[in-house]
């Protein structure tokens, strides 16, 4: 029996040896009692555990099997707040402010963290300081300006391949060498001249760091990040166009690195989400048929699809749908309407106390602008008091709009709430969403009309 207790006792004392806690500490009032702990892995998360916030205090305990990687502390829903840090078998004690969080975390406990901290803080100014010294050759006309500018870019590329090779030995055995491996950057060797040969540079050599078959790395949010850098600030143009062959490019450039079909299908994944919330109609599109029909049909969401496919029917830069009536018994649509530069489809019901409100301010702001027709779309359960409502505005064109929410226009125009204002041009191309009547305002008061 003692024996057997015995034993107990060191696999009781095992078990609490192998848990690890997280500790946190919010140095402001948080406007939140909760706080939710998640695991990263690439473009999505798994949920670990929640808990309460008292005090602004926190813990949560983790599990023997709860892998080591990437986990985010999420709270504040309104916000979509959150911080991501190391977890690799050790307990951690941290702090921060909960309306900055990554730029006032501090770690009281954690090897992890804190070297990778450490790594981000010396290695950032002196890279600021190098890429200081290019702008500055960027300018320069004299050969003595140049040389001493040139020896100054030297000297600090110096120090910074010296804070880097330091960094990386001292994580050698560590979870955050991977990501002070992948967070170097390529510097060239010596200033350059003119901004365009400096922009393909960072271009050819913006993922010099990165292992795309790095298990720890695709797990993590690093890669994903880097991706959107690359795609969103690397490559950028004020041209149109011009911005949307960029999109198609930096996009294949991107994918042409990745043979990891997990990382393909969130990259995939991620960067739909983010076309299709701006609206990019033409590189949601791009995407879809170019890389999302070539998933295995397993990791093919035909759901998530066809949202999206309805989705870039209404978003800007499309051609709106079309939408039909009758008036006293012609036949009419908004496709058949001429003689106006902007249409404004105005969805709102007579039983809508913010439309009570706005409607009235929206037809007397557009009176004097004959270059504005308003096709108003009552989302009606019956019509009164409907007909006495859209009696006060004889300028709009008026559409009864029965079955409310479920109308065909407001299920075509994904109409969640009214009012609801949609900008057309003359050819009857979606061209802006104001929020409200001040958004309206501000949308043709641009146009100087």
């Not at 911005?243 to 690195?257: G, M, P, R």
């Not at 006293?328 to 439309?355: D, M, P, R, V």
């Not at 027709?373 to 007909?387: C, Q, Y």
Request: proline content about 4%; overall charge neutral.
């Amino acid at each position: 029996m003692l024996k057997k207790f015995a034993i107990l006792l060191v696999l009781l004392s095992f078990g609490m040896q192998a848990q690890h806690t997280i500790s946190g500490k919010m140095t402001k009032p948080a406007k939140t009692d909760w706080i939710v702990l998640y695991k990263i892995d690439g473009g999505d998360q798994s949920f670990i555990a929640n808990t309460n916030v008292k005090d602004n205090h926190f813990s949560f305990t983790l599990k023997k099997g709860d892998a080591p990687g990437i986990y985010r502390l999420f709270y504040q829903m309104a916000n979509q707040t959150y911080l991501d840090f190391i977890y690799n078998n050790e307990d951690i004690v941290l702090s921060f402010d909960p309306n900055d969080p990554a730029g006032s975390i501090n770690f009281t406990k954690s090897d992890e963290n804190n070297l990778f901290k450490r790594y981000t803080e010396n290695s950032a100014t002196p890279q600021s300081e190098l890429d200081n010294i290019q702008l500055a050759y960027f300018k320069t006309t004299g050969n003595a300006t140049d040389a001493k500018l040139t020896q100054d870019y030297i000297l600090k590329l110096q120090e910074i391949n010296k804070v880097q090779q330091q960094f990386e030995n001292l994580s050698k055995s560590m979870l955050t060498y991977h990501f002070i491996v992948a967070s170097k950057r390529t510097n060239a060797d010596k200033p350059f001249k003119n901004a365009a040969d400096y922009l393909a540079f960072t271009k050819a050599h913006f993922f010099d760091g990165i292992d795309f078959n790095n298990p720890i790395l695709v797990k993590s949010t690093l890669i994903i990040d880097r991706v959107n850098d690359y795609i969103f600030y690397v490559n950028v143009s004020p041209d149109q166009k011009m911005q949307t062959q960029l999109y198609k490019t930096s996009i294949a450039n991107v994918f042409d690195k990745i043979h990891n079909p997990i990382l393909n299908k969130s990259l995939v994944y991620y960067l739909l989400k983010r076309f299709s919330t701006n609206e990019n109609k033409a590189i949601t599109e791009f995407l879809l048929t170019n890389y999302f029909d070539k998933l295995p049909l397993a990791d093919q969401d035909s759901d998530y699809k066809n949202t999206l496919i309805e989705k870039m029917k209404i978003a800007i830069n499309a051609t709106a749908p079309d939408i039909a009536w009758q008036d006293f018994g012609e036949n009419k649509s908004l496709y058949q309407l001429k003689g106006a530069k902007y249409y404004l489809i105005l969805f709102w019901s007579s039983t809508c106390s913010h439309c009570l409100n706005e409607v009235p301010l929206l037809y007397d702001y557009l009176k004097a602008k004959n270059e504005v027709k308003v096709l108003a779309i009552g989302l009606e359960d019956a019509p009164n008091p409907w007909n006495a409502e859209m009696s006060k505005y004889p300028n709009f064109i008026h559409v009864f709009g029965e079955n409310h929410w479920k109308n065909k226009y407001a299920k075509a125009y994904d109409i969640h709430a009214t009012p609801t204002y949609i900008v057309l041009d003359s050819a009857k191309t979606i061209v802006a969403k104001p929020y409200d009547i001040n958004d309206v305002k501000a949308f043709f008061s641009k146009l100087k009309m």
